[in-house]
């Protein structure tokens, strides 16, 4: 499940400080990024049309293997991207001073319509990280923060358009790696209290499907001998899983390790387990 209300935003923030990895100072900016992605997705509501993301047979492409959302035919609001683009420059820009320049780049650029909201939606969309290359040296604003300006203001529309179909691919046992929805590789993972199901979550839509265990999800090896999973702490339920064959790596919550009641809000999770990615990257697995 993705953040809901304030309530959530809070307790994961104090979670998220006692990891000790952060700052004060960016702790208030995690907190402020992660207030502005539930006001997107709370004022979206009425300035979007999620149904056409979805065309055919929902169903019948679940059994065939294909995924179900296409992104890139939400219809927005232009007013609406406008008022949200201009926020998150503006929340970029107190965040970091440095970056101040090329925010105002980024907002001449909006102003001017040098910015097609549409082609910026269907490259995200469709994990086409590259033309957010093009875009960069054509309005001399860096490939990073143009990518994560775009990204802040529509996930959260992601995430929106696919919670109405959800209870399509609940229970279902997904046999590729890439997420139901919208195809992009999975960014963390969760063994369930009691059985024990592995679910994958979409660091896109936020998506959550069941997925095989011993299966790596992204070059679909079986092969046990080359599946293996490490712990940072051995009292932790946080691990890694790691595949010999692609070296690709997931970090994992188990939930049957974790005592209390607690929901997985994978966004918290993520950013809690930063440290678990740099021990992951210098053990020469890689992000895939
Ligand atoms: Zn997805
Ligand atoms: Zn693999």
Redesign the pocket.
């Known amino acids: 499940m993705s953040i809901k209300t304030i309530g959530q935003i809070k307790k994961g923030i104090k979670s998220i400080e006692k990891t000790r990895q952060f700052e004060k100072e960016s702790l208030v900016h995690i907190e402020k990024f992660f207030r502005f992605s539930l006001n997107v997705k709370r004022s979206a509501k009425k300035r979007i049309e999620t149904a056409p993301a979805f065309s055919g047979d929902c169903k019948e492409k679940i059994e065939k293997g294909e995924h179900l959302a296409d992104f890139s035919k939400i219809k927005i609001n232009d007013n609406f991207l406008l008022d949200k683009f201009h926020k998150i420059c503006e929340i970029r820009a107190e965040i970091n001073a440095k970056e101040m320049e090329e925010i105002q780049k980024m907002k001449k650029a909006i102003d001017n319509e040098k910015i097609d909201f549409s082609k910026i939606q269907q490259n995200l969309a469709r994990g086409k990280i590259r033309y957010f290359d093009t875009l960069s040296k054509k309005i001399g604003v860096g490939k990073e923060l143009l990518h994560s300006i775009a990204l802040a203001v529509y996930k959260p529309i992601f995430e929106l358009t ?1 919670e109405e179909k959800k209870d399509l691919i609940e229970d279902y046992v997904w046999e590729k790696g890439s ?1 139901p ?4 590789n999975p960014g963390m993972a969760k063994l369930e209290k009691e059985v024990g199901r592995r679910l994958l979550w ?1 660091p ?2 936020s ?1 959550e499907w069941v997925y095989r265990r011993m299966k790596c999800p992204f070059c679909e090896n079986d092969e046990q001998k080359s599946l293996r999973f490490f712990y940072v702490d051995d009292d932790s339920f946080y691990r890694v899983d790691v595949c010999e064959t692609c070296k690709g790596y997931v970090k994992t919550i188990d939930e049957r390790k974790r005592g209390k009641e607690e929901k997985t809000i994978f966004e918290i999770e993520d950013i809690k387990t930063f440290y678990l990615d740099d021990i992951a990257l210098k053990e020469g697995y890689k992000k895939i």
């Open positions: 696919v997420c929805m919208c195809g992009t979409c896109l839509c998506s």
